[in-house]
């Protein structure tokens, strides 16, 4: 076989792939035979590199070079300069914010320095396809190590000793979990990897699935060992095609190397994968719900207890991990309890996948350490607020969560804190806002996703959140008043203390956490009937300076309800009644005369 | 399709593809690596320099010494094609002009095994911009 003398690595995941990434591959491909470098260049889709923002990726290999925003057309200029003529193209280079100059290597740009990969380990590495890169990289190293030197409960023991907890948001010890399932004696037992990803915003396990399919297989066998289950289930949504490709393609993989199956590498131990596909209900990530779904019944959460450690799918012990926490299983294995708990804080080890997302300049995926500040997550990592805008807070936790404000900017990121500050660590989506994000209209938003997902089942949940929803509805409109407030907290608590499930238990923090956090804000809704931010329709009202007003016609031709009149090079004047706010007008108006009130 | 049938099976299996990840691995800690630069523009390689390239990375193989083979283009020495840049970690990087196989193993037996001069040195005359 030729031996490779450079590769070139394109971010196959979903966001690059949206921007025509296969296409460069195929451009580089062709391009490379066109000079005869087909065997001395190699070119390996990969998956997501993190660096969402500035997608389609491409990183050339052994210089490091990182490519960003490259079309398919660039794919020619790649080649015939810097594969050929050994010169880096310097307008695909990466631009530093902060002092404009060219980055070339990805090891100097201060969105990966503070980044530590595990979960990501192998993400925009390895070909998630081909598994051959998997195993050089040890994949299913931990899986043998487990089958041939260690018994199911020294397993169990190691996962405990590393202090990993569940990655899905509740944070629930991961070992303990194991052991309670392993407790459980039953004919049949499942693993059950959970993939229904559904917090606005978040796509971590996407990512993972999509880039490093294996270490998800390997590890759901590890548990299956650890627990005396020989059948794992992957629910995942079905708006996931390229995650249920590639988990499709690494399962056939794994089978055809006998890495699943019977008798996985001579220990007699059989394991073997299944995925089933969710419709896409966010209700389905609570354990019990997904149960239920993978059951082919209604996605209804049920009471706990019975756990699903002890009746699971279709009444048996099943144990049912978060995607993330299982691609951080088989490095826990081969390097051991003691090397993973030396990262983090106390009560929270390793590491935690983000998925930064809002007004922020680097929008991607990131992994840190537990125990990072936000403040180095949003300016080191994130590179700041987008357009030099001031920042207002921070969503985690997704409609689970709450948001965090400039003070919390100093607090190192875990569970608990998290928890202390009103919010959640949740999947792992972090929704950067700066001042123009109205918090009122936040809540409402995050409000308005939970009554759409909920089952229901249970009255607090479906009665009480349409409630809360039209409260906020009334207080965006201008009709608020402050016993609204008052009543908007009351309603919130009765929700968390009598919903049946983590979705309605949950679903009242991003009220709760906007109302301790922006108090005045809401307020100045109710009494001064006023949106800071300018996003309240409502509370605006749109003005035409009449000194500045030259009389141009222009946003009276382009207003599409006729609210503006005035006569030709004459000061024009707005009707508040008819005015939607569209702000059409302001968009067309070359003096600035336009203002909102 | 072969079947990995013991922990020493898969073993087995990532040494044999450990090496098409090689490049890979390598670009993670260039630094702490020998980084050799082989001059690929039109007279170096007109002169040898992809046989050279090759052969060099053979003979790193063979040695055991992990090494950070890049292509670049011309190095401004056309009349010492071809040339290649040498750095080992903690050592300035050295230029040698005209390489040969005989040459190629002279530099790897010596300069970099045991930080002895060899003749080809070409003398740095220009100084970089950006550093």
Not at chain 1, 298 to 310: N, Y
Request: proline share 4%.
């Amino acid at each position: 076989m030729a031996k490779y003398k450079m590769h070139v690595l394109v971010c196959g995941g979903t966001g690059c792939k949206a921007s025509q990434s296969a296409q460069i591959v195929e451009n580089l491909k062709a391009v490379l035979t066109e000079n005869g470098l087909q065997d001395e260049v190699q070119v390996i889709t990969t998956g997501c590199f993190g660096f969402c923002e500035k997608g389609p990726i491409v990183k050339m290999m052994p210089d490091n070079t990182f490519y960003t925003q490259v079309k398919p057309e660039d794919a020619r200029t790649i080649v015939e300069e810097h594969i050929i003529k050994g010169r880096k193209v310097t307008n695909l280079l990466y631009t530093d914010p902060e002092n404009n100059e060219h980055v070339s290597d990805s090891k100097h740009m201060g969105f990966y320095k503070k980044q530590i990969r595990i979960a990501l380990r192998n993400c925009g590495f390895i070909d998630p396809e081909n598994i051959d890169e998997s195993i050089s990289r040890g994949g299913y190293e931990a899986l043998g190590k487990c089958l041939s030197e260690m018994k199911p409960e020294d397993v169990i023991q190691e996962i405990k000793l590393s202090g990993l907890r569940g990655r899905g948001g509740g944070g629930f010890p991961t070992g303990l979990k194991w052991e309670i399932a392993s407790k459980n004696h039953a004919d049949q037992k499942y693993v059950v990897c959970n993939a229904d990803e559904g917090d606005p915003g978040a796509f971590m396990d996407r990512s993972i699935m999509e880039g490093d399919p294996h270490s998800i297989i390997e590890a759901m066998a590890i548990c299956g060992y650890a627990i005396g289950a020989t059948k794992g289930l992957v629910y995942i949504r079905a708006e996931y095609p390229l995650a249920i490709d590639r988990l499709q393609i690494a399962i056939k993989q794994a089978r055809e190397y006998g890495l699943l199956g019977q008798d996985i590498m001579g220990s007699g131990f059989d394991f073997d994968i299944e995925l089933r596909y969710g419709a896409g209900a966010f209700v389905c990530g609570e354990e019990t719900a997904l149960i239920h779904s993978m059951e082919g019944k209604r996605g209804e959460p049920t009471f706990k207890p019975p756990f699903p450690a002890v009746s699971g799918y279709l009444g048996k012990p099943t144990n049912v991990n978060n995607v993330e926490t299982f691609a951080n299983i088989p490095v826990i294995i081969t390097k051991g309890a003691d090397w993973f708990n030396k990262i983090g804080t106390e009560k929270s080890k390793g590491t935690k996948v983000f998925a930064l997302a809002g007004q922020i300049n680097n929008v991607g995926l990131i992994e840190v350490p537990m125990g990072i500040t936000l403040r180095e997550v949003i300016y080191e990592i994130g590179g700041g607020i987008k357009d030099g805008k001031e920042f207002k807070a921070v969503q985690t936790g997704g409609p689970s969560g709450g948001c965090l404000t400039k003070k919390h900017l100093d607090t190192p990121i875990d569970y608990d804190n998290l928890i202390a500050a009103g919010s959640m660590m949740g999947s792992g989506g972090m929704v950067v806002m700066d001042e123009t994000s109205c918090m009122v209209s936040i809540a409402k938003f995050y409000l308005e996703f939970t009554c759409e997902e909920s089952c229901g089942k249970c009255t607090p949940c479906r009665i009480g959140n349409k409630r809360l929803c039209e409260m906020l509805t009334k207080i965006s409109k201008g009709n608020g008043t402050m016993e609204d407030l008052y009543e908007l907290r009351n309603l919130a608590a009765v929700i968390k203390d009598t919903a049946l499930c983590g979705l309605g238990q949950t679903s009242p923090n991003p009220v709760l956490s906007t109302l301790d956090n922006f108090w005045d804000e809401y307020v100045e809704h109710v009494v001064d009937k006023k949106c800071r931010a300018g996003v309240c329709k409502s509370l605006m009202s749109y003005e035409i300076d009449q000194t500045k007003c030259v009389g141009c016609t222009a946003c009276a031709r382009n207003c599409p309800v006729g609210a503006i009149k005035g006569e030709k090079k004459m000061p024009h004047t707005i009707d508040p009644a008819v005015c939607i706010k569209c702000g059409a007008c302001i968009e067309r108006c070359k003096f600035g005369a336009i203002s909102i009130k | 399709m072969t079947k990995v049938k013991s922990l020493a099976d898969l073993k087995a299996m990532r040494e044999k593809f450990q090496s098409n990840l090689d490049v890979r691995e390598k670009s993670n800690n260039q630094e702490e690596m020998v980084q050799i630069k082989v001059a690929m523009a039109t007279c170096g390689i007109a002169s040898g320099a992809k046989q050279i390239m090759e052969y060099m990375m053979e003979k790193a193989d063979a040695m055991k010494i992990r090494v950070v083979f890049t292509q670049t283009g011309c190095m401004g020495y056309c009349h010492a094609e071809p040339t290649i840049e040498v750095k080992v970690p903690g050592r300035d990087p050295l230029v040698f002009g005209h390489v040969d196989n005989k040459k190629a193993d002279e530099i790897f037996e010596k300069y970099i095994l045991n930080n002895e001069m060899v003749d080809g040195i070409i003398p740095v005359n220009y100084e970089v911009i950006d550093k």
